[in-house]
């Protein structure tokens, strides 16, 4: 049975921070949704109505796309492990990027990497707990090293040029921001 919280409990804050991996959900007005994973230590709760994710370099750039257009977000958390437990937060989310004042106070929760792209600043209006009985067991063997494999063979200039051909725009054209414009 699905239950309905106004903020991150305690108990829901540590069940978080066991998590290796969170999915976020976007969309525009119009266009794809876009459901994407999230793992390499990337997200902080800063409050019981506030989360901040990293974003690190990437194929795509769907969500700073969405959050121009519609700023509403969806992160999920799925128990594979242990007690079966589906959690959501829903909310609103800003886009914060290196080059904006707010970047440094935010950066400072994270480990450094030139890969990041971003910051989103996520406030949580409704948390969602349901039971997640049919999520599967799955036993964690160990984090991927192939984006830091990727970043330390690229210069700051080679990134930044990736951003530059695959994260301006997203999949159905829309701007992402990328550069902070």
């Known amino acids: 049975m699905a239950k309905f919280y106004d903020e991150i409990s305690p108990e829901l804050e540590t069940f978080i921070k ?14 794809r ?14 409050g019981p109505n506030r989360v901040i994710w990293l974003n690190l370099t990437g194929s795509g750039n769907e969500t700073a796309a969405h959050l121009l257009d ?21 909310g609103s989310a ?6 904006d004042p707010d970047w440094e106070e935010l950066y400072q929760h994270f480990p450094e990497s030139r890969s990041a792209r971003q910051i ?8 969602q707990t349901s039971c997640g009985f ?11 090293d ?15 040029d990736y951003w530059q051909e695959k994260n301006i725009t997203s999949i159905d054209g829309r701007p992402t921001g990328i550069f902070g414009e």
Not at 33 to 42: A, H
Not at 70 to 90: D, H, Q, S, W
């Open 146 to 160: 192939i984006l830091q494999k990727w970043v330390d063979n690229k210069s700051d200039q080679d990134i930044q």
């Open 94 to 99: 800003g886009t914060v990027h290196p080059s």
């Open 33 to 46: 949704v876009n459901v994407s994973p999230k793992g390499m230590d990337s997200l902080r709760i800063l």
């Open 70 to 90: 519609v700023n509403r977000m969806t992160i999920m958390f799925c128990a594979f492990e242990g007690k079966p437990l589906i959690l959501r937060l829903y």
């Open 18 to 31: 066991h998590q290796r991996i969170f999915f976020t959900g976007t969309a525009a007005t119009d266009g």
């Open 134 to 144: 049919a999520v599967p067991l799955m036993d964690y063997q160990e984090d991927r």
């Open 120 to 127: 989103y600043d996520v406030t949580i209006d409704s948390v």
